[in-house]
């Protein structure tokens, strides 16, 4: 009986081992799922703050346009890249047609692109600017 005794301690022993053991491995799967949402969450923060950027910086180039006078604003319908800090190896275009053939009214549009995100996938914003204003 004695015999049974210390051998079912032995085996209590061996239990605990690979308890923890399993536990240890619960507990590395758990921090790798965590560090795997907490990279995902860093990646995602980024893209939005450079989505909101390249937005803020489309809404300046349209509100530097629309205070332009009508006659300064030029037609450009194929614009050369210009180079931004903002965003990481970033560029704007601002392209400037005759809205529908139009002579009084001009079609603005700003695209923003930038390293991860390529001009075919650009930030884009149109506005339209009439010769007499808002009222013609």
Same mark, same amino acid.
Request: net charge positive; hydrophobic share 45%; charged share 20%.
């Given at each position: 009986?004695?015999?049974?005794?210390?051998?079912? @301690?032995?085996?209590?022993? *061996?239990?605990?081992?690979?308890?923890?053991?399993?536990?240890?491995?619960?507990?590395? #799967?758990?921090?790798?799922?965590?560090?795997?949402?907490?990279?995902?969450?860093?990646?995602?923060? #980024?893209?939005? @703050?450079?989505?909101?950027?390249?937005?803020?910086?489309?809404?300046?180039?349209?509100?530097?346009?629309?205070?332009? !006078?009508?006659?300064?604003?030029?037609?450009?319908? !194929?614009? =050369?890249?210009?180079?931004?800090?903002?965003?990481?190896?970033?560029?704007? @275009?601002? $392209?400037?047609?005759? $809205?529908?053939?139009? !002579?009084?009214?001009?079609? =603005?549009? =700003?695209?923003? $692109?930038?390293?991860?995100?390529?001009? !075919?996938?650009?930030?884009?914003?149109?506005?339209?600017? *009439?010769? *007499?204003?808002?009222?013609?």
């Amino acid at each position: 009986n004695r015999l049974t005794h210390r051998q079912t @301690k032995q085996r209590a022993r *061996g239990m605990t081992l690979v308890e923890i053991l399993i536990v240890l491995v619960i507990f590395s #799967l758990a921090i790798l799922v965590i560090l795997g949402v907490f990279t995902l969450a860093l990646r995602l923060t #980024l893209q939005a @703050k450079q989505l909101t950027t390249a937005n803020n910086l489309a809404s300046q180039i349209i509100e530097t346009v629309r205070s332009q !006078d009508f006659s300064a604003i030029v037609i450009n319908a !194929d614009p =050369v890249p210009v180079s931004t800090a903002k965003l990481p190896v970033g560029f704007t @275009k601002t $392209y400037i047609t005759a $809205y529908q053939g139009s !002579d009084k009214i001009k079609e =603005v549009t =700003v695209k923003v $692109y930038w390293e991860n995100r390529p001009e !075919d996938r650009a930030v884009s914003q149109t506005t339209l600017v *009439g010769q *007499g204003g808002i009222n013609d």
